[in-house]
């Protein structure tokens, strides 16, 4: 796309296939993202629904195995907490220590919710205290960061949306212009003058494309 509206040759898709890589990682930097964003989500149900059972009055193991067919039905069998828990359960029948199984987890889901919340169900399976209050206390607290973290995101959902339409628009435009005026666009094509002129604009062009994407990514992360 990039070749054909700024250069219309074939030949350019050469030196800009370095700009699809960048796009590729940049891609499946968001998708990862998503994926513990929706991980995380899931997780805040799981450690409610784990602290009622401890509530009620089942083991720390069992409250762990009951939840995952509460996930399973919220969720569905294909989910990824349902998948995690199934890796637990069968870690706590071979006999694997649950804050073990819970560290593993953590690392595996690189998020720093599911990370603080294994720290704290480590500390206190260490030291013997109400595993109930302490397991109800961290799942309010962590739920309730999840939670304005989702509600950064659908502010934050606007602001990402205009940035799509600001990226589209230079396309739509020349494709608009030259749908419109055949030829008004053609000294920028097939000439060293215009060959300098439209890389300097797809520099631009790129350059604001990745800087909008780092303000709202730094606006977020930090919030």
Do not use: W
Not at 130 to 147: G, H, K, Q, V, Y
């Amino acid at each position: 796309m990039l070749a054909y509206f700024f250069y219309k040759s074939i030949i350019a898709v050469l030196p800009l296939m370095f700009l699809g890589v960048l796009y590729y990682k940049d891609l499946k930097k968001q998708s990862i993202k998503k994926q513990v964003i929706t991980l995380e989500i899931q997780f805040k149900e799981c450690i409610l629904c784990v602290s009622g059972y401890l509530k009620a009055g089942y083991a720390v193991e069992n409250a762990f195995r009951e939840s995952e067919k509460d996930m399973e039905l919220l969720y569905g069998p294909q989910a990824m907490i349902v998948t995690e828990l199934g890796i637990i359960r069968r870690g706590i029948i071979m006999n694997i220590p649950l804050e073990t199984m819970l560290e593993d987890f953590a690392k595996r889901s690189a998020s720093s919710h599911i990370g603080q919340f294994s720290q704290v169900f480590a500390i206190a399976k260490k030291t013997g205290g109400n595993m109930s209050e302490i397991m109800r206390s961290t799942a309010e607290l962590i739920s309730r960061d999840i939670e304005s973290g989702q509600e950064i995101r659908t502010v934050l959902s606007g602001r990402r949306m205009e940035q799509n339409i600001m990226k589209l628009m230079p396309f739509a435009i020349i494709l608009y212009v030259g749908l419109t005026s055949r030829g008004y666009f053609d000294t920028l094509y097939g000439n060293l003058f215009g060959i300098l002129v439209m890389t300097v604009c797809l520099v631009v062009y790129v350059f604001a494309y990745y800087f909008g994407n780092h303000i709202l990514n730094k606006i977020e992360s930090e919030s």
